[in-house]
């Protein structure tokens, strides 16, 4: 089985800010990950990324955040994205900039 595209969104939350949320499921897990899905959600600024969840091979799931990575406790894509989505929130809210 090769890899099955679930979703590839792009949101535009302002003139300059936009989301984009892209996953796969995959027939085996990536190294260090428990979940058989691949995935990148990102929140971009002037196109920068200000905040990113993802899963890279050997990392595992994890998140970046001004400048700092710090671990993701991956259960279920749905919780992924809502997860994200109040991070997004939290950012828009925090830098009025954004």
């Not at 949320?21 to 027939?27: E, G």
């Not at 085996?28 to 890279?56: F, I, T, W």
């Not at 990392?59 to 992924?80: A, M």
Request: neutral net charge; hydrophobic residues 35%; glycine residues 6%.
């Amino acid at each position: 089985m090769a890899a099955q595209p679930l979703f590839n969104r792009r949101i535009e939350l302002r003139a300059n800010v936009f989301a984009e949320l892209v996953a796969w499921k995959l027939p085996r897990p990536v190294s260090g990950c428990q979940h058989r899905y691949k995935y990148r959600l990102a929140l971009v600024k002037d196109g920068d990324c200000v905040l990113r969840y993802d899963n890279e091979a050997g990392k595992g799931d994890h998140r970046h955040r001004n400048g700092r990575e710090s671990g993701y406790h991956f259960t279920e894509i749905e919780q992924l994205i809502a997860d994200f989505m109040a991070d997004v929130t939290r950012c828009l809210h925090d830098d009025d900039n954004l």
